[in-house]
């Protein structure tokens, strides 16, 4: 026994000093002088700025909204904004990609800086893997700045910066947001990478994007500004000791530009980024927009409780009357969560969530945290979709699902309350979302919009789910309704091998819930 502590006491203190040493090698770099930078003003004198503010005259007080339920299309839609951008372009993602859609955009911010534009471009530094030298490249051209969020002063590897400052580094910054001339925004759940935007054939996410215009892109720029000059973002020269060659990048743009799957994206965007084009684009309709999103101390762990958009989202959703849909690709609802939703179906209101299949999720972590509150849900009546891959079935057949769901994995995340009003935004419904990632999104008053999420569940969703239920005696089963009428029922977990049923049920029992 006494050896037994002996060799954790000397355990305990070799960890110490290797995270002492470990941080005084690659501490991060002092900010105390820098100075912050803020949205520029909006201008009418820019075609985007004036195309909105003749719209947004027509409609006070109220934000013009358009779906982006198409991956091409929503790829499309912001290579045309930046084509037609003429002041500044202010974004943030978790995830950007050296793909043909990361390249396309990153050339496309490239020229529009060239052009006199001010691009400024905040990335969570988990999601850029193999971009160091792209970043240094475009960071060093006038009027493009990077900046990178919690980022890891070791970048080789990069992730042998958890083994130092975990507690620092596991808060993430899961924002997505394109804000263009400070006139229009799109807002959602896409990252920025080919599987996002369908533009790789059998390799793509199900995911949902909303562009707005109006007051609410004012407060999104403000949130903005609010990140780039948090405490947890470092401009990415005092991260990135090397030098980026221009010539490189151009090199991998034109290799890109020639590949046949970005042909037919070029073609669509060079026929339609002209100024006339925003005017053609008229938004879908203008209602009430509310943003809400977390304080970026959450980053640094310091964030109050009202700094947390968990705690914002009751308030400005409001009381559910007849009915909640909700899909969430990563769905943990933990405690707290299936006390509140079961609480809300006990009441006699249909509760009904959309997530990923066991073979259709790639966080299989996530599902094991899913699976412990799958029968405590069902009992209380809330009803579960899991998306199977693909579907099941054939692509005609799916083609017309509302929010496109034939894809191989669901990536979305929204919620439609009552069939009035729509939450569309970053955050997933799992304790990383609530507790440790910062997170936004919108809340719009749509009733058209709410039809959309709806009508997902209610109609074609049937066809394209594994639905799971519970026998009288207790028993889980999965069924499956088909084409043709018939009902093929599942006494195991679809798509699960023993091996991954095992896998699942040893990860549920892991402590480890807070981290998914």
């Known amino acids: 026994m006494k050896r037994l502590l002996k060799i954790i006491v000397y355990t305990a203190l070799l960890g110490a000093f290797y995270v002492f040493t470990a941080r005084m090698l690659f501490p991060l770099p002092d900010i105390a002088d820098?100075?912050?930078?803020?949205?520029?003003?909006?201008?009418?004198?820019?075609?985007?700025?004036?195309a909105v503010g003749a719209e947004s005259a027509l409609h006070p007080s109220k934000s013009g909204i358009l779906p982006l339920r198409d991956g091409l299309g929503a790829l499309v839609e912001r290579l045309i904004l930046v084509e037609t951008a003429a002041q500044s372009i202010d974004a943030q993602y978790y995830i950007w990609h050296d793909d043909i859609s990361g390249i396309l955009l990153l050339d496309a911010l490239s020229r529009a800086a060239q052009r006199g534009v001010r691009v400024r471009l905040l990335l969570d530094d988990n999601g850029v893997p193999g971009l160091d030298g792209i970043m240094a490249a475009l960071n060093s051209q006038e009027n493009f700045e990077f900046r990178l969020f919690i980022p890891s002063t070791v970048r080789t590897p990069k992730y042998a910066g958890y083994t130092f400052d975990f507690l620092r580094m596991n808060r993430r910054m899961h924002n997505k947001s394109f804000i263009v001339d400070g006139a229009i925004a799109i807002v959602g759940g896409r990252n920025i990478g080919d599987e996002y935007f369908d533009v790789v054939e059998d390799n793509f996410y199900v995911d949902l994007d909303v562009l707005v215009a109006g007051p609410v892109v004012a407060e999104t720029s403000t949130m903005f500004d609010q990140y780039w000059n948090s405490q947890s973002v470092f401009a990415v020269e005092t991260i990135i000791n090397r030098a980026g060659s221009l010539d490189d990048f151009s090199e991998r743009a034109a290799e890109i530009a020639a590949d046949p799957s970005a042909a037919p994206i070029l073609h669509t965007v060079r026929g339609a980024a002209t100024p006339g084009y925003?005017?053609?684009?008229?938004?879908?309709?203008?209602?009430?927009?509310?943003?809400?999103?977390?304080?970026?101390?959450?980053?640094?762990?310091?964030?109050t409780q009202d700094q947390l958009m968990i705690n914002q989202m009751g308030t400005i959703l409001g009381s559910i009357e007849t009915r909640l849909d909700l899909v969430s690709a990563y769905f943990v609802p933990g405690h707290r969560g299936t006390d509140w939703l079961s609480e809300i179906a006990l009441s006699g209101k249909d509760v009904r969530v959309v997530t990923n299949a066991m073979n259709t999720t790639d966080v299989p972590l996530g599902h094991a945290g899913y699976t412990k509150y799958r029968r405590e849900l069902l009992n209380a009546g809330v009803r579960l979709y899991e998306l199977k891959l693909r579907g099941g079935t054939s692509d005609a057949g799916l083609h017309p699902l509302p929010l496109g769901l034939s894809g191989a994995s669901l990536h979305a995340k929204t919620f439609a309350i009552d069939g009035e009003r729509v939450f569309i935004g970053s955050f997933n419904f799992d304790p990383r979302s609530a507790l440790l990632n910062s997170e936004m999104g919108y809340v719009i008053e749509s009733a058209s919009l709410a039809r959309l999420v709806s009508n997902g569940v209610d109609g074609p969703l049937l066809l394209a789910s594994y639905q799971p239920d519970l026998t009288p005696e207790e028993k889980m089963i999965w069924q499956e309704p088909l084409y043709d009428g018939s009902l093929v029922i599942y006494q195991e977990e679809p798509g699960a091998s023993w091996i991954d049923q095992l896998t699942i049920a040893v990860l549920g029992l892991l402590p480890i819930e807070w981290l998914l």
């Open 278 to 303: 925003i005017d053609r684009t008229k938004l879908q309709e203008w209602t009430d927009v509310q943003l809400i999103a977390d304080d970026p101390r959450k980053g640094q762990g310091i964030a």
């Open 34 to 50: 820098r100075h912050n930078e803020y949205t520029l003003p909006v201008s009418i004198a820019t075609p985007i700025g004036a």
